[in-house]
């Protein structure tokens, strides 16, 4: 995994972005390189402004200032379609699923597909038995035993199934960057390790993946590198190879500092 | 699950575990229009063993008049409580509607301030329904655009539509012998058997029939729910939730401009003075009707059974003799017991 850089076009990368919500301020000139392949792991302390720093990305906040590109093309998604539309997938950190709506409605809510022919382009009628199928094999895939049935609501799911549905949806339909705000916060370790495999099926795949956690062991199992992000800025950038987890708590807490010029490096001592 | 086969066996021993009111419970989750349904279906045995003139079809023909109205406009009303909105400027529209359609059909007189009168019932049935189109266009501009909320935004236009309605057409009365039949048309009966059906009523099913179509199988029907259910998931799954509740608005207008039409129908009459019950009637048939007022959840079948409950309620206490008052009395109670059963089913766990 490259950690240079120059020699490759960055999928992702944002520059001195800044988001303030009033007085409050998210993001205060954050940068971020998610590289092709990589999993890119983000880490910092609450409020750090991790979310929001993904949030841009995926079309739902719109930066202050500050620059995105996307494969060297100059990105400014007005909307979560919008990013969507160009293969950039999130599992939010609110999961963004609709309650009263089943596990299969959730995973095509806004791409829904209509059935062929006549009765799909006239009537618009949708095609609820392909896209329950389909639905069925995405958690297959993805390991969910635990789901009793694709046409349940998802309100009647535990708060880890949630989670499985909102992670499937993304990982069915992401074809670039697979954007994860703690997926597993609500897992179980075997529901967990799932996912974690997933991650990796993902970049085996050739996608980019930024995953965003708050449990350490994991970040340094599945991560090629860790962004580490604290008080609306980018504070390093970290391989688990070169870096404890010591260091990167030291980092997360500003005990230790890293400068600018270093973030794509390891931190100095 | 491996197999849809082995996915039901789990779920029926899933079911199976719980205690028979959370069955209940689940089952009514599933389908909200139940309640509504052993409702009605009990109010019917009551009134027929207080009465055995109920159930004559004479009077079934009547209660099916009786609720074309509210029961069309109660259409309207669901799909803007399902968005979390509420339409109480309901009323008020459709009377603009049916006073433009009724002024533009008849000849000018000097009360007449519409210029192209009296030319052509067709069009000035378009036309009016055209302005049930513009009061939802007005309502979801305001609610979507300045962001303000459904409640107070036809709480205005409530006022602005019945204040336009007297301005623009002087308070008068347009009679039934200078009504052009085209415009009488939906209130014309056919005989099936010994019941008289109505054209209005087998329009208002007809449109049932289509929305509920609607809701149930096209994306903007999802979207409806969705957008309900929860607005800022509905937003980052990549719904435009600010488009989907502007189109409910416009929608629920069209509905408006139609049952504008409709009331001349079943009145024979236009009177700019609106039914003063009329608003809250189609919002107790959609509350009745299991659909829930925090949005995303509720049918329109449990909707035009709702319509039917206080029809029936009001026609059978009447042929029972009883006063009027325990109308107002039944519908009150079942309100409330309507919200509370929705209260309950909304704590439905897996
Ligand atoms: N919609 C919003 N409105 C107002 N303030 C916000 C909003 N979103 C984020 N913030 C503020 O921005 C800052 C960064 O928040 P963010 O959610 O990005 O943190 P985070 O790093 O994801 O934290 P956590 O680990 O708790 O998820 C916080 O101070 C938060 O209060
Ligand atoms: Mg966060």
């Known amino acids: 995994m490259t950690t240079t850089t120059g020699t490759t076009t960055p999928v992702l990368q944002g520059r001195n972005l800044v988001k303030t919500f009033g007085r409050v301020v998210g993001l205060d000139g954050a940068n971020l390189e998610l590289y092709p392949g990589e999993v890119l792991a983000v880490v910092g302390d609450n409020g750090a402004g991790k979310s929001t720093l993904i949030k841009c990305f995926s079309g739902a906040h719109t930066p202050d200032s500050g620059e995105m590109q996307l494969n060297g093309q100059r990105i400014n998604f007005t909307s979560t379609h919008e990013a969507r539309e160009h293969g950039v997938e999130t599992v939010f950190q609110t999961l963004a699923v609709s309650p009263a709506l089943d596990i299969a409605s959730n995973l095509y809510l806004g791409r829904e597909v209509r059935k062929a022919g006549f009765v799909g382009k006239v009537f618009r009628t949708l095609d609820k038995k392909g896209m329950r199928q389909d639905s069925a094999q995405h958690l297959r895939d993805l390991g969910i035993s635990t789901l009793q049935n694709i046409t349940q609501a998802v309100e009647t799911l535990s708060g880890g199934q949630r989670q499985a549905v909102a992670v499937a949806r993304a990982a069915a339909f992401g074809s670039q960057v697979i954007i994860l705000d703690e997926p597993t916060a609500a897992l179980g370790v075997n529901e967990s390790a799932r996912v974690l495999q997933m991650i990796q099926d993902l970049r085996d795949r050739g996608l980019s993946v930024i995953l965003i956690s708050h449990n350490m062991p994991q970040v340094f199992e599945v991560a090629d590198r860790i962004h580490v992000a604290r008080l609306g800025k980018r504070a390093a950038v970290v391989t688990p190879q070169t870096a404890s987890m010591n260091d990167v708590v030291a980092i997360m807490t500003g005990a230790m500092t890293v400068p600018d010029h270093e973030q794509q490096l390891t931190p100095v001592n | ?350």
Do not use: C
């Open chain 2, 1 to 350: 699950m491996s197999s849809p086969g082995t996915g039901t066996a789990e779920l029926v021993e899933f079911e199976q575990s719980r205690t028979p009111l959370q069955r209940v419970q689940g089952v009514l989750h599933k389908y909200p229009y139940l309640s509504p349904l052993i409702v009605l279906v009990v109010a019917v045995i009551i009134f027929y063993l207080l009465n055995d003139r109920f159930l004559l079809p004479q009077n079934i023909s009547f209660i099916t008049q009786q609720t074309v109205v509210v029961g069309t406009l109660a259409i309207a009303q669901t799909l803007v409580i399902l968005t979390a909105g509420i339409d109480l400027s309901i009323g008020a529209a459709t009377t603009l509607a049916q006073m433009t359609m009724a002024n533009l059909a008849v000849f000018v007189t000097a009360s007449n301030v519409l210029p192209i009168a009296g030319q052509n019932p067709y069009l000035a049935i378009l036309l009016g329904i055209g302005v049930g189109v513009l009061t939802g266009v007005l309502n979801g501009f305001l609610i979507v655009r300045l962001n303000l909320p459904p409640f107070i935004v036809t709480l205005g236009t409530l006022s602005v539509f019945t204040a336009l309605t007297l301005i623009l057409f002087k308070a008068r009365t347009i009679q039934a012998p200078e009504m052009p039949e085209v415009m009488k048309w939906l209130g014309n009966t056919f005989e099936i058997g010994e019941f008289k059906l109505m054209y209005g009523v087998v329009l208002m099913l007809l449109m049932y029939v289509i929305f509920g179509y609607i809701l149930k199988n096209t994306a903007w029907g999802l979207h409806v729910y969705a957008v309900g259910d929860d607005p800022n998931a509905a937003q980052l799954s990549g719904i435009s939730t600010k488009r989907v509740i502007f189109s409910v608005y416009v929608v629920s207008g069209l509905i408006i401009g139609i049952a504008g039409w409709l009331t001349i129908g079943r009145v024979g009459s236009a009177s700019p003075n609106p039914d003063p019950l009329l608003n809250l009637d189609t919002i107790t048939a959609v509350v009745i009707g299991g659909t829930s007022l925090f949005g995303g959840r509720g049918t329109l079948l449990g909707t035009l059974i709702g319509a039917f409950i206080i029809t029936v309620v009001q026609n059978g206490l009447s042929l029972a003799g009883l006063d009027q008052a325990y109308r107002v009395l039944a519908i009150g109670v079942l309100v409330i017991v309507a919200v509370a059963v929705d209260q309950w089913i909304r704590k439905v766990k897996a």
